[in-house]
């Protein structure tokens, strides 16, 4: 257990489904992201809130919806997602000035199947 | 962000000293040097940072050349368990970005 937690840690959707990504962190951070891991391929920034404000947003789709209703929990919501889309999707929580600590904290992610 | 390179892969002896090496040569002065790895399917985890002095830690070592354009990992006693791809991300106050890492392979 890392501090962060995902769930679900599994999830199967059908392209016409809405489902949503929670992570929840315990560290008293106060920045949280989410990245996607496509097979094969290295991490990707999707989404960034820093002090519950979304502060960067890396040109994703907008069926993935990010809400951060506090400094402890983050989601992701899905809707009309593609085959394409499958993928490990990872939360990551940090103190904003990362650069003086010990960066980012990752939860152990959602395994996502679009079907 | 400045990039990095990174060997896309490399084995070690269990039991022996695992030296990953990073260039970095278009460094700021205000970038840290961090190192992460991910062991398969897993979250990545945070092993070590620095910005000019080398750095230790219970996991690893972290040597940062003098002109900071390049650094080493070294894991002293690899272990089958440290078999992961290792990142090698250099940031100041931005967001995390992660390339391709270093996969290693430590070999009983």
């Known amino acids: 257990e890392t501090g962060v937690t995902q769930t679900p840690r599994h999830l199967v959707m059908g392209m016409t489904n809405k489902k949503s990504l929670k992570c929840e962190q315990h560290l008293g951070h106060n920045a949280m992201y989410w990245y996607k891991q496509s097979a094969k391929k290295p991490l990707e920034l999707m989404f960034v809130?820093?002090?519950?404000?979304?502060?960067e947003n890396n040109s994703v789709p907008s069926r993935f919806s990010p809400e951060c209703p506090n400094s402890s929990h983050l989601f992701l919501h899905l809707h009309t997602l593609q085959p394409e889309d499958s993928a490990l999707y990872l939360c990551?929580?940090?103190?904003?000035?990362?650069?003086?600590?010990?960066?980012?904290?990752f939860g152990s992610g959602t395994r996502l199947t679009v079907v | 962000d400045a990039k990095t390179t990174q060997p896309p892969s490399m084995d070690c002896a269990e039991g022996r000293a695992a030296n990953l090496p990073c260039n970095h040569s278009t460094i700021s002065g205000n970038e840290y040097v961090y190192w992460y790895r991910q062991i398969h399917s897993q979250g990545p985890q945070y092993i070590i940072h620095g910005l000019k002095n080398n750095e230790t830690n219970e996991m690893a070592s972290l040597i940062i050349t003098e002109d900071r354009k390049s650094s080493t990992l070294i894991l002293p006693h690899a272990t089958l368990r440290d078999t992961a791809v290792y990142y090698c991300?250099?940031?100041?106050?931005?967001?995390?970005?992660f390339g391709k890492g270093t996969r290693l392979s430590v070999i009983a």
């Open positions: 809130y820093s002090l519950e404000e979304r502060v």
């Open positions: 991300i250099v940031s100041g106050n931005t967001p995390l970005v």
């Open positions: 990551a929580s940090s103190q904003v000035g990362y650069a003086t600590g010990e960066g980012y904290t």
